[in-house]
């Protein structure tokens, strides 16, 4: 099974313009996230996916491997969809975010991991809520999983609702996952659902798993203990600095 790493990449954001490029302890963000998913030793090959000149040389400029995208995809599983064709040789693609230049690779092995089962079509990583503040924090979806270790949703909201109890005390009550964002794809499915179109629950809850969920798709998940820290603006810089 070879299987493809992708590192969607846009200069554009309104919260923190140019994140990819800012630099962290000597090295850019692009380049720390591109280093350390070289380490997973299940991923062939690592591509940056940008629609920035300036990303694009960047990463050829350390060494990288990076392709130009259409600027009118409006997500980073499009992104990945568009560099994927270029590589039909891949069986599997991992979506990796750009802003965590300190991910771990064990967690890119855990993804990686669930297609050695053959009828895995999507999967992703889910961490134990360990807090009050997390479990309600909308900027943070949690997952409710099958006994098949399957998403069957995701939302902003903490679910689900213990009746009866105290939002403060659901935690005694309930084992809660969060939705650690890092994806992978069998190729031929990453085709097909970027070619859905968007779900009621995808705008209702602005998740686009949902959509894959509403239209019959089955995501994986794996359990983490690791927790991801990702730089979307100026001041959560600061951490690493």
């Known amino acids: 099974m070879q299987i493809l790493g992708i590192i969607p990449a846009r200069y554009a954001s309104t919260r923190f313009p140019g994140k990819p490029l800012v630099n962290i302890v000597g090295k850019s963000m692009i380049q720390r996230v591109y280093e350390q998913s070289k380490k997973c030793v299940f991923i062939s090959e690592v591509i940056v996916a940008t629609d920035d000149d300036r990303i694009f040389e960047h990463v050829h400029a350390f060494g990288g491997k990076a392709v130009m995208t259409s600027s009118e995809h409006q997500s980073g599983t499009d992104r990945c969809a568009e560099v994927a064709l270029l590589h039909p040789e891949y069986d599997v693609i991992i979506n990796i975010q750009g802003d965590e230049p300190y991910i771990d690779p064990e967690q890119l ?133």
């Open 109 to 241: 092995t855990k993804v990686a991991t669930c297609f050695t089962d053959t009828e895995t079509q999507l999967a992703t990583l889910i961490k134990k809520v360990l807090t009050e503040e997390e479990l309600h924090n909308t900027n943070s979806p949690k997952v409710i999983i099958n006994r098949f270790a399957e998403a069957i949703y995701f939302s902003r909201s903490p679910l689900p609702h213990i009746r009866g109890q105290q939002s403060a005390d659901w935690l005694q009550h309930f084992t809660y996952f969060k939705h650690i964002g890092v994806y992978g794809y069998r190729a031929d499915i990453l085709q097909q659902i970027t070619k859905l179109p968007v779900s009621a629950l995808e705008k209702a809850e602005s998740l686009e798993q949902l959509r894959w969920i509403e239209n019959g798709y089955r995501i994986k998940v794996a359990e983490t203990e690791l927790e991801t820290h990702a730089i979307d603006s100026p001041e959560d810089l600061l951490r690493f600095l």
